[in-house]
Structures are given as C-alpha cells and as structure tokens.
C-alpha cells in the first residue's frame, strides 16, 4: 500500500493538471486543459463537428438572406387622400393607320375627353413588333401557362406568384428617370399605328376606347370602310399615375389578335392606389386586377378596344422592414449556441448508445477471470 500511495503521489499529482509556471498564457487561462495522455480522441466527435459546422453555414446563410431580404407586410385602409384627376400612361400599337383610328375617353362625369389630341401617334409597321411565335393570350405564354413573374418549375407546374422583386427594388428603380422608348423607323410600308404619352382624366370610373374613324359617336365625316377594320393590338405599358415604366403591370407586353373586321376588345380593371415604403423614400403608385373580354360582333355593335376602369376607395400599402443590426447579431449568436448545444447532445447520445451495445456484447461472451488464450477452444 506504501508503494501505491508513493506512486500516486508522483504520477497522479493534481498539480500535473494545473498551468505551468513558465508559460504566461496559461496562466491567465480561465479553463486549464487536461494532458493529452488524459485525453481520448474518437471519429464520432470529429464526424459532429464537421456536421455542425456545415449545418451552422446553412444556417448562418438562410438568416442572412432572410435579414437582407426583410419582411412585407400587406395593410389595407380608407384612402383619405382627396384629389380630383389622375394620370394614365398608354403604349399600344394597333394594326390600322393613325388617320382611322380614334381615340376617347367617356368617364361617370359625362365629360368626353379627346385622347388622341394629348397623346402621341406614330405610324409603325407591324411586323416590327411581334410576330408569330410571340403572340400569346391575356396574362398567358405560349403554352397557356399563366405568367406571374415567379419562374415556372418543369416538375411544379405552379401557376402563381408575386415576382422576386422586392420592395427596396421596386423603390430604387422608380426613382429613375421615365422616358418613353423611341418608336423605331419603319421599314416598308406603315400599315400599324403607336399611341403612346400620359393625359389626366378625372379619377371616378371611365372608359378608355380606340375606335375606328365614324364609328362610336354620332360625328361628321366619312365612315371607314368595314374592310379596313383590325383591331389587333399590342399593348407595352398601361397604368395608372406616375408613370413608372420598371413597375410590371399585368398588362404590360399583352399581344392580342383579332380574327375577324368586326371585333370587340374589353378590359375591366380595378384600380387600386398603393403606396410602397422602404426605409423613408415611400413610392405612390396605382395597382389593378384586369379581366378580358373579347369575342366577334355583328355589323350594329361598334369594334374597337375598350378599357373601362374603376377606382377602388381603399389604399394598399406594402412596406418592407428590416431588423437591426444588434437584433441580427443576437440571432446569429443564437442559431451558432444552439448548433452547438444540439452537436454536444448529439455526440453524447451517440457515445451513450455505442457503449451500451458494446457492453452488452461483451455480456454475451464469456471469457472467465483469466481471459481466453488464442488457439485453443473450450
């Protein structure tokens, strides 16, 4: 016993674990580390690192695209803003000569106001504008899948979506400056005219038509001839005040045939006024829902193409927020604590669990107190 009590004393010394004199650093080491020959180096505890380090990058990544992106939040309320007129900007191009077109509005108010006075027409050859692999229905690509600007996903084959575009996006490209595009010089000869530019018109429900020369109101003059009517129509840009050409409308880049002389183009949309607010640069614009209409009409129905508006008493605003930066530091630090926590339970549970099978293997062989010797059998 005096011999064990010796050598414990000089090989198993608490000093032993203790810091060194000599070495400054671990002197003012708050938690001394243990020998190596103490300490036992496993591949289950390698394997849990590697593993919480990469689900931690996961992590850490996710929240900050999260915290870059930040968060929508949709509120609706009673417009209380109050102002008698709005302005409406057009681009379309139509498959007849600007001296046979006609172009009005016939608002709730009873006043009628000339639009092809105050808008501006150029003559334009079709054929520069679309052709047949980009013809496509309301709202819908070649395939008649519906376009929402989400992207679609050859397994999904979702067909809804409000875009990848965020508020801080739509924000900083309506600050550019807005110009219309220039109509491009025509080739051969013009057989289509472009009516584009911005007019005010009273902000109650109207209709907004394109009509063929002496038709749709009791006027002097020549009628046109039946045979020249094609209201085949491309539409680029249709909104409602500002005029903000980078903000997607739903019927921006809309191509819609006619397939006979007498044919009647409707839109009925709903105008609703938005405001979206990023930061302190908010951004006052109108949004609408639109559904179509068309079909052939006899010779006593007037063609042409109508959009009959409406103006929604609500007010939308869609603000982004974003958390700050202590917010999105303690975060992090949470999701770094609790990859760390989850990775030492982990390891524990799995060194548990591989010594308790271990022990009930060895239970399963009896040895005897000496062991067995190898070579011979019992």
């Avoid at 109509?183 to 005010?200: A, H, K, N, Y």
Wanted: glycine share 10%.
């Amino acid at each position: 016993m005096n011999g064990y009590d010796s050598y414990e004393k000089q090989h198993m010394d608490e000093d032993a674990f203790g810091a060194k004199a000599g070495s400054i650093v671990s002197a003012f080491d708050a938690f001394p580390k243990a020998k190596p020959q103490y300490v036992t180096h496993t591949s289950g505890g390698g394997k849990w690192t590697v593993a919480m380090a990469l689900l931690s990058a996961v992590l850490l990544w996710s929240e900050l695209g999260r915290w870059w992106r930040g968060a929508e939040a949709h509120t609706f309320a009673v417009e209380k803003g109050v102002s008698r007129s709005m302005q409406i900007n057009l681009d379309v191009v139509v498959r007849m000569r600007c001296a046979d077109l006609h172009v009005n509005v016939q608002d709730a108010a009873g006043d009628r106001i000339l639009a092809a006075t105050m808008l501006q027409r150029d003559p334009t050859a079709w054929h520069q504008w679309v052709d047949g692999a980009g013809i496509h229905r309301l709202g819908r690509d070649k395939q008649g899948r519906l376009l929402t600007g989400e992207g679609f996903q050859a397994a999904a084959g979702h067909e809804e979506g409000f875009g990848e575009e965020h508020i801080h996006d739509i924000v900083a490209l309506g600050r550019k400056r807005a110009r219309w595009g220039k109509t491009p010089r025509v080739r051969g000869e013009p057989d289509s005219c472009r009516i584009f530019g911005s007019l005010d018109l009273n902000k109650v429900q109207g209709d907004f038509h394109i009509t063929a020369r002496g038709h749709g109101y009791m006027e002097f003059g020549e009628h046109l001839d039946h045979s020249a009517f094609n209201f085949s129509h491309i539409i680029s840009e249709l909104s409602f005040g500002a005029f903000y050409p980078s903000l997607v409308n739903p019927l921006d880049s809309t191509v819609n045939t006619a397939s006979s002389n007498f044919y009647k183009f409707q839109y009925f949309m709903s105008v609703v006024p938005t405001v979206y607010k990023h930061g302190s640069n908010p951004l006052f614009t109108n949004q609408y829902a639109v559904t179509e209409s068309s079909a052939a009409i006899s010779e006593r129905t007037i063609p042409g193409i109508f959009f009959k508006y409406d103006i929604e008493p609500i007010l939308l605003n869609v603000e982004e927020t974003r958390d700050g930066l202590l917010v999105f530091l303690i975060k992090i630090i949470n999701i770094i604590s609790g990859a760390l926590v989850a990775g030492h339970w982990g390891f524990t549970m799995t060194d548990w669990l591989k010594e308790v099978l271990g022990r009930r293997r060895r239970q399963g062989t009896t040895e005897g107190m000496l062991g067995k010797k190898p070579g011979y059998e019992e």
